[in-house]
């Protein structure tokens, strides 16, 4: 289920309920019912959406909702705070500060869209005037670093990787040297990805992390992996300190449920969203207008 469709079903049964004459437990049961199924088609985790349930129904007073007041307003509002509430972790990621080197590592499964990620995180700060570098310590994936090295000239932004070295510590190591030297102030570190959540793959992130101490773990996630969001995302969490999360592909047949997951999951907040294939198609990911949007 798309994001316009799951506003569309929300709305819809916001509206059927304050159709009723009388709105009663039985007729805001019904009411919820119809939203937890529109948030699990459209792949909010199980337990997020029976949480949110069970703070609705806490909130709604239905004694305030007997006695005239604009019903279908204060289900709405209640609605649309759980879901800010489910989005917002209460505390914003490390916030970089432009001419201060921070560095920035980039985790993730292959194919989430990490490479093209970085570049587009690299080419937005470069646009608001920083200094970018890009360091390619994925050495698993056969071109990696020639995807890398493609984007960045492109982009015309400094990167460092090698053909030969195959071990990502001493890339990544070397990479973050050289551009402190240079005093680029945002050093973004691509690191591998596998087809699954394995034990080398984590063990690698770990080792990276380990050797270049980011200041932020950025955990990017494919917006299309439905119910599987939260249990990837926790998985990553566990073995580095993701502190933020970016949601890829919510273009074409992208799902917002995986976002409310991942925030669940890693305690941290989305900062952005990839809308395309292209370096610019990449937004600041905004809590409000995005439930919003999911409400239709
Ligand atoms: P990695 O293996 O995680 O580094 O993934 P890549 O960066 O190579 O991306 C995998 C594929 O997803 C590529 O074909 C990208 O062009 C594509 N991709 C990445 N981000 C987006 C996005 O936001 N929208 C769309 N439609 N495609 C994307």
């Known amino acids: 289920m798309v994001l316009g469709e799951l506003g569309g079903s929300i709305s819809r049964a916001i509206q059927q309920m304050s159709n009723a004459t009388i709105i009663d437990e039985k007729v805001l049961n019904e009411c919820l019912n119809e ?49 800010c509430k489910m989005l917002d972790p209460g505390k914003p990621s ?17 194919g989430s869209g990490k490479t093209t990620t970085c570049t587009k995180y690299a080419y937005y700060h470069q646009k608001k005037g920083w200094k970018p570098a890009l360091v390619c310590a994925d050495t ?20 460092y990787g090698s053909y030969t070295e195959s071990d990502p510590v001493k890339i990544a190591v070397e990479g973050v040297e050289r551009f402190k030297k240079e005093s680029c102030d945002l050093i973004i570190v691509d690191t591998s990805g596998r087809h699954k959540q394995e ?65 669940a999951a890693t305690k941290s907040p989305v900062i952005f969203i990839g809308t395309g294939e292209h370096m610019d198609e990449f937004e600041v990911f905004d809590v409000k207008p995005f439930v919003s949007r999911l409400l239709g």
């Open 35 to 83: 939203i937890t199924r529109a948030l699990l088609q459209s792949d909010v985790q199980f337990k997020l959406v029976r949480d949110m349930q069970t703070n609705i129904k806490k909130i709604v007073n239905l004694d305030d909702l007997a006695a005239g007041h604009n019903k279908r307003k204060i289900i709405q509002q209640a609605i649309f705070n759980e879901l």
């Open 140 to 159: 698993f994936r056969a071109g990696a670093f020639d995807q890398l090295k493609q984007n960045a000239t492109k982009a015309k932004i400094p990167f």
């Open 199 to 263: 034990a080398a793959l984590f063990e690698e992130m770990r080792q990276v992390s380990e050797a270049t101490k980011p200041d932020l773990v950025i955990f990017v996630m494919d917006s299309s992996i439905g119910q599987a969001a939260f249990d990837q995302a926790q998985a990553f969490k566990q073995s580095v300190a993701v502190g933020a999360v970016i949601v890829t592909k919510m273009d074409g047949h992208a799902k917002g449920g995986g976002a409310l997951s991942a925030v």
């Open 94 to 110: 490390f916030t970089l500060k432009k001419g201060k080197t921070s560095v920035v590592m980039f985790v993730g499964l292959q």
